[in-house]
């Protein structure tokens, strides 16, 4: 059974955890590090994947009011459309090495969606799949979005977990491209505050479960 390291950070700047992937997955590739997992949360922040790149029909808000808030509208490396992340949305990077066994990228996906799966259901949450789409719903509402890159089987970028976030934030976008959809947390299922703290220690669990790893915590330095 392989070691994964979690490494636990607070607020980081989307740009920054972007560039701290890209260190350790070479770090990876060269078995510098073992596979490890990266939590933390983004200040506000609006992500366009591989789907969206250069594209605006599915960001809502104008200019002026991204500009307002302080919002950046980042294009990055992960598959997937458009993304909102912000305070109260637990974000999860692994950064694994899939070989020789799980170099299947729908299996991959799928296992991700059952970490969030399982977490939720440790808060008494429901949480499933819909035919067709990614992620983690709870009926037409998407609690868990997933969104990945995957570089000679090492893996990177993810899945945001919404724990307690300010759902108004995604009325400035389509949420990963798919109208008509609602978007859900954990808190609001709840009726209840819910910590990140609480979850990241319920990620950690079923992310030891699902992906069959013993676990090391890593205080970053």
């Not at 790149?53 to 009011?65: E, K, V």
Request: contains cysteine; aromatic residues 6%; positive net charge.
């Amino acid at each position: 059974m392989r070691t994964l390291e979690v490494l636990c950070f607070g607020t980081v700047a989307y740009r920054d955890a972007v560039e701290l992937q890209r260190t350790l997955v070479e770090d990876r590739r060269r078995d510098r590090v073992p596979d490890l997992l990266l939590l933390l949360e983004h200040p506000h922040v609006i992500t366009r994947g591989a789907g969206a790149r250069d594209r605006n029909d599915h960001i809502l808000a104008d200019r002026a009011t991204l500009s307002a808030e302080t919002i950046d509208v980042i294009d990055t490396g992960r598959g997937g459309d458009v993304t909102y992340h912000g305070p109260g949305q637990l974000v999860g990077y692994p950064i694994l090495d899939l070989k020789p066994d799980r170099c299947d990228v729908r299996r991959y996906v799928r296992d991700l969606e059952e970490v969030m799966i399982h977490a939720a259901a440790r808060f008494g949450v429901a949480a499933g799949r819909v035919d067709g789409l990614t992620g983690v719903w709870v009926g037409k509402a998407k609690l868990g979005a997933i969104g990945v890159r995957i570089s000679r089987w090492i893996t990177s970028h993810g899945f945001a977990f919404n724990v307690d976030p300010d759902l108004s934030r995604f009325g400035m976008i389509v949420p990963c491209g798919i109208p008509n959809r609602g978007v859900t947390s954990l808190s609001a299922q709840l009726r209840q505050s819910v910590k990140i703290a609480d979850v990241k220690a319920a990620v950690v669990t079923s992310f030891s479960e699902v992906f069959d790893r013993v676990v090391r915590p890593v205080v970053p330095t």
